[in-house]
């Protein structure tokens, strides 16, 4: 079933009736092809609730959908925990492809850190529409997992910058993969140790991974180091396996 995000105002207060508009409406109209009785399923910018409220289409009109309301889920599909990956710049356009699986594993915010040894350097013009191509990206792949919100993608950062965001935001569990951390089972203790509710920052470092003076700041700063296994893993594929450890302890 299709998923699409709208504003409050495109729903009534009782939730009875939405109106599809925009980009959305040509979507469902003259790319999907739907039809009237055909359903699908919503999520209101802006709202706390995890909740997919489900809709049939009632009217299909030259510029917007109406839809009937057949039924709301509450629990919705996101994580129990706020999960926030502070990702450094990775080289060409890995990052799309980080913010994407991210996003479809539960990431809550993704916070782009430019480090000592990333390569990529972006001015605040290219900084600016980076950033709204991520958040593009965002949104595109929250719709394909049916996700109740759409993870914000900020302007990258510092890694001092991103310390202060640890702290500002209260998150409670800090972690950074590092090769020089202890073994596995260090790591299944520390993330077995995390409850569900309980935010966590997960720190990933660009290609060649974070400097030594870097290790030290995060470590300041209550960051626990852990392991990914014994192989080196691609920056763009650190930040998906810790992700899904963490998916798949609070899931369960």
Known sequence: MYHFFVEGSQVT??????EITGSDYNHIANVLRMRIGEQFSISIRGEDKAREIFYEIEEITSDHVLGNLCFVEEVGNELPSKIYLFQGLPKVDKMELII?????????KIIPITTNRCIVRLDEKKSSSKQKRWQAISEAAA???????????????????????CR??????RLIPYEMAEDIDATRNIIDG?????????????????????????MENG??????????????????????????????
């Open 13 to 18: 207060p009782d939730l009875k009736k939405v």
């Open 100 to 108: 994407q699986k991210a996003v479809e594993l539960g990431a809550y």
């Open 143 to 165: 719709k394909q997992s049916k996700r109740a919100l759409i993870p914000e993608v900020t302007l990258p950062v510092t890694m001092k910058q991103a310390m202060n965001i």
């Open 168 to 173: 500002e935001e209260a998150i409670d569990v």
């Open 194 to 218: 995390i409850s569900p509710g309980e935010s966590v920052a997960v720190f990933i470092g660009p290609e060649g991974g974070f400097s030594e003076d870097e290790i030290a700041m995060a």
């Open 223 to 252: 960051i626990k180091p852990i392991t990914l296994g014994k192989r080196i893993l691609r920056t763009e594929t650190a930040g998906f396996t810790a992700i899904s450890w963490l998916m798949y302890h609070l899931e369960s």
